[in-house]
């Protein structure tokens, strides 16, 4: 089945760095690629949506400047979180969804952001 | 808008016992069901979908039928194990102008004892 990887799993690092999660589909062409952020025990919340080739659409109430979604390739986009600060822990996910109308999006494992 | 409404949880059962999240939706035109399992620490797995009326998804023992004159899409298992325990979102997608979002319910934790 499709797969998607994301990397790194975990990352621990100091308030102020800024920090960048891969999202790659590895047997497929990923048209649209979706980020997510999770908080403890909750539904996933999208921040934005990004297409190939084109800028990302960030949803109500997520600052594009901090939060900078690149999708170069049809196998690959990129989150950096900039300048992290301790509120920006949280657990993010992404996911891809190839060409087709009824083609599901697939997830990745999601990464674990803890700022100190 | 669009919006999925699902049990809440948790629930726990015995092994072997039988399973139903209830899910229901709004949602304009023609969308597509979906449901995701997601194991702790990790991402989301898609379980099953169904893409238009009367449709039946099924996998791994789990079945949902996509049912327009309810707008529900019930998820249901005959026997569950332990290793079934996780959380389960069901999910909805539009089509074209919205991208293909998912309008996730708020998810469902199962707990299932030995």
């Known amino acids: 089945g499709a797969v998607v990887s994301q990397h790194p799993s975990r990352v621990i690092c100091k308030s102020g760095t800024s920090v960048k999660i891969e999202c790659r589909s590895l047997d497929f062409q990923a048209t649209t690629m979706f980020w997510y952020r999770q908080f403890p025990k909750q539904s996933l919340m999208l921040m934005a949506t990004?297409?190939?080739?084109?800028?990302?659409?960030?949803e109500q109430g997520v600052e594009k400047d901090k939060f900078l979604i690149n999708h170069a390739s049809l196998t690959l986009s990129t989150l950096t979180v900039t300048s992290a600060h301790p509120e920006d822990s949280s657990f993010y996910i992404c996911s891809a969804r190839g060409r087709g109308r009824y083609q599901p999006q697939h997830f990745g494992d999601g990464t674990r952001l803890s700022i100190l | 808008g669009n919006s999925v409404t699902q049990m809440e949880g948790p629930v726990t059962l015995s092994e072997e016992a039988f399973l139903t999240i209830n899910c229901t939706y709004t949602?304009?035109?023609?969308?597509?069901l979906f449901w995701y399992v997601q194991y702790p620490g990790e991402g989301l797995q898609l379980l099953l979908k169904a893409t238009k009326a009367d449709d039946k998804g099924s996998n791994k023992g789990f079945e949902a039928t996509y049912r327009k004159e309810t707008t529900s899409f019930h998820l249901e298992k005959g026997s569950v194990q332990v290793s079934d325990s996780a959380v389960y979102f069901c999910a909805l997608s539009g089509s074209g102008g919205s991208n293909y979002k998912l309008t996730f319910g708020k998810g469902t934790l199962l707990t299932v004892n030995p």
């Open positions: 949602a304009t035109g023609y969308p597509s």
């Open positions: 990004s297409n190939e080739g084109s800028k990302a659409t960030y």
